[in-house]
Every structure is written in structure tokens, then in C-alpha cells.
């Protein structure tokens, strides 16, 4: 079957990096995104690889091996705005089907 | 970002109603796609329409029923909900609906409230 596993909910301290990871085991592969979802608010697009290694955007990371089906987005210098929920969506062939987990709830302390 | 509207943000409505939602796209895309997102799940795909073409239908319930009059706006038309209908309605637009980079944005969501 198709899957993808992200941890429910992570907590992390304003100022510091957090590592928000995604393993997925599907039938093919072909990219995956990483989506920012604030409370009551649509996801927003933040990165999308497809070939291994990692792509950086300011302070956002998105890392990516084919090989161990893991993905994983590092936050730096985190904000309080950081706070929302992050998901992360696998396209397994050419067309539009993302398969999607469920999301991990990040929440940012002072 | 208002790329993507959708009214209502929230809705309430009992097992005997009928309600649509509408979603309405500004970004000259030509795909556009209904998702269900309930607490702690995976986004569920319901439709998807290219070029005002339904290419997708998930095994959704009758009781949802989509329409797609032209590529910028979207409709999904509510009768008889069940209490566990309750949940986001996300709506989405990308450019195409095949290649492997395109990307979907999203709509602010009707939260709904089946009673």
C-alpha cells in the first residue's frame, strides 16, 4: 500500500532548528512536497525535491533520499510564527495524485 | 495571498439540508481539485476537474456532488450529510493536472458542522 508516516507533534524552543521528518513506502516516486498549514488557514507550498540532497530557501531546508524513502525539512531560527502544522506529500507518478500524510503539529515556546 | 477564495469559511447545517461551497481561482490555472481533511488525517482527494472536465472521482458519496461551470470557478453541492461529513473542504487549483512539478494551491477551507 501507500504510505507516508510523519510524527504527530513536535515542540521546539523560539531561536532554535527543529528537523521535521517524512518516510513514505509508495509504488513509485516521482517528487515530494512539503506544505505549511496554519490554524484555519490553506496550506501554503514550501518546497518540492525530487532528486537526493537538499534544497535550501532562506530559513527553511527541504532534504530528500530516494533510496531510504526519507525526507526531512529543518527549520532554522525559529519564529513564533512558525507555529502551524507542516505536511508532507509524495507524487508517485506523472499525474496530479499526491498522496499526503497527516501532518506534524509543530508548536514554538518562548 | 488571495489566489484562491472559497465561501463559506464555515458552515452548519443539518442531516435535511442542502448547502454548496464555492471555490473560485485567480491564478489562470486550468485544474481544480476538492480534498476532505479531518483532525489528524491525511488530506483526502474527492474530485478533480481539468478544463472544466471531472478526471477524478474518488469513491466519494452521492451525496457530495461537484460542478465545475468554467476553469476558475468550482461548486460542491451538500444533501443529507451525515454527522461524520464534518471537516476542512479544501479547495485547490495548479496549472495542469499532469507533470510531476506542478504544484497545488490551496484555498482558506469551509469548515463544516453537519448537526
Known amino acids: 500500500g501507500q504510505n507516508i508516516d510523519q510524527p504527530t507533534e513536535m515542540t521546539a524552543t523560539e531561536g532554535a532548528i527543529v528537523q521535521i521528518n517524512c518516510t513514505y513506502q509508495?509504488?513509485?516516486?516521482?517528487?515530494l512536497f512539503w506544505y505549511q498549514q496554519h490554524a484555519g488557514e490553506a496550506p501554503t507550498f514550501l518546497s518540492y525535491?525530487?532528486l537526493d540532497g537538499l534544497e535550501e530557501k532562506g530559513r527553511f531546508s527541504s532534504f530528500l533520499s530516494r533510496s531510504k524513502g526519507y525526507s526531512y525539512l529543518l527549520l532554522k531560527e525559529l519564529q513564533m510564527k512558525d507555529s502551524a502544522s507542516y505536511l508532507c506529500?509524495?507524487?508517485?507518478?506523472?499525474?496530479?495524485?499526491?498522496?499526503w500524510g497527516a501532518g506534524t503539529k509543530l508548536i514554538i515556546k518562548p | 495571498e488571495t489566489g484562491v477564495t472559497q465561501t463559506p469559511r464555515h458552515l452548519v447545517m443539518g442531516m435535511t439540508n442542502k448547502k454548496s461551497l464555492k471555490c473560485e481561482q485567480h491564478?489562470?490555472?486550468?485544474?481544480m481539485y476538492w480534498y476532505k481533511q479531518s483532525a489528524k488525517k491525511p488530506l483526502e482527494l474527492m474530485f478533480v476537474?481539468?478544463?472544466?472536465?471531472?478526471?477524478e472521482n474518488n469513491s466519494v458519496p452521492s451525496r457530495f456532488s461537484p460542478e465545475c461551470p468554467n476553469s476558475s470557478h468550482l461548486f460542491l453541492h451538500l444533501h443529507t450529510l451525515q454527522p461524520e461529513d464534518s471537516a476542512l473542504y479544501l479547495c485547490?487549483?495548479?496549472?495542469?493536472?499532469?507533470?510531476?512539478?506542478?504544484?497545488?494551491?490551496f484555498g482558506p477551507g469551509t469548515r463544516l458542522l453537519v448537526l
Open positions: 506529500a509524495v507524487r508517485k507518478d506523472s499525474n496530479y495524485q499526491l498522496i
Open positions: 525535491n525530487v
Open positions: 491564478l489562470g490555472h486550468n485544474a
Open positions: 476537474y481539468s478544463l472544466e472536465e471531472r478526471v
Open positions: 509508495t509504488s513509485g516516486f516521482n517528487g
Open positions: 485547490a487549483s495548479s496549472q495542469d493536472f499532469s507533470g510531476a512539478k506542478e504544484t497545488q494551491y
